[in-house]
């Protein structure tokens, strides 16, 4: 059974840091998607890592892939109160999204 | 403007009764999908069509059906709506079927 885990699941932090969400995946897949979600919201697409070792950036937010470690990881710097939202990532071609990191930015 | 169209946006329905979601997209996406999402949950796949005239069950297709209708339209079906099925639901598509990349903004369906 494909198992798509992120963490945190929820996370808190004060504008100016520097943090990463994790996401592992249980199945072997050369691509990667992450999403976000405001509350009360539909999705939206922010990266799709395409190959190992593909890294993305757009922001404050960079992403990036390691098929082998069937590992992604979503890092934020120096974040902002607008970054904060529910983040997802998805496994190409199983259509499984992960639980999802839920990122509260305090002032 | 381009994107995709979900309708309605909120629902009541009560025990056994039928109802159809719709969803349209103007993107010219050959790929349409139906997920579900409950509260602090990810999303689950109900069904999906990879393109027009073809659909297949996702991870959660047990009391839904669905038409692709053409290739704007992909519609899911409730037949005896149960109080489990309380969730909301997004329509999403994608040019090629590997992920999707567009999605609708949600209907909000309570079954009492």
């Known amino acids: 059974e494909l198992k798509v885990e992120q963490n945190p699941l929820f996370l808190s932090m004060q504008e100016g840091k520097n943090y990463t969400i994790y996401c592992n995946y249980s199945?072997?897949?050369?691509?990667l998607y992450w999403y976000r979600q405001d509350p009360g919201k539909s999705l939206e697409s922010l990266f799709v890592l395409l190959s190992n070792g593909a890294v993305k950036q757009e922001g404050r937010l960079m992403a990036s892939l390691d098929t082998k470690a069937r590992l992604s990881t979503l890092h934020i710097t120096a974040a902002v109160h607008d970054l904060s939202a529910t983040y997802f990532c998805?496994?190409?071609?199983?259509?499984?999204f992960g639980t999802g990191t839920s990122l509260t930015v305090i002032p | 403007n381009a994107g995709v169209t979900q309708t309605p946006k909120f629902q009541v329905l009560k025990t056994g009764q039928s109802m159809t979601l719709q969803c349209a997209q103007d993107?010219?996406?050959?790929?349409m999908y139906w997920y579900r999402q409950d509260p602090g949950m990810g999303l689950r796949l109900i069904y999906y069509?990879?393109?027009?005239?073809?659909?297949d069950k996702g991870e959660v297709p047990n009391g839904y059906n669905v038409s692709r209708l053409n290739k704007r339209e992909f519609s899911l079906r409730l037949e005896s709506a149960a109080p489990s099925q309380t969730s909301v639901y997004f329509c999403?598509?994608?040019?090629?079927?590997?992920?999707?990349?567009?999605f609708g903004d949600g209907t909000r369906l309570s079954i009492l």
């Open positions: 998805a496994v190409e071609n199983q259509f499984y």
């Open positions: 199945t072997t897949s050369d691509r």
């Open positions: 069509s990879a393109s027009e005239g073809t659909t």
């Open positions: 993107m010219n996406h050959n790929s």
């Open positions: 999403a598509s994608s040019f090629q079927g590997i992920q999707p990349q567009h």
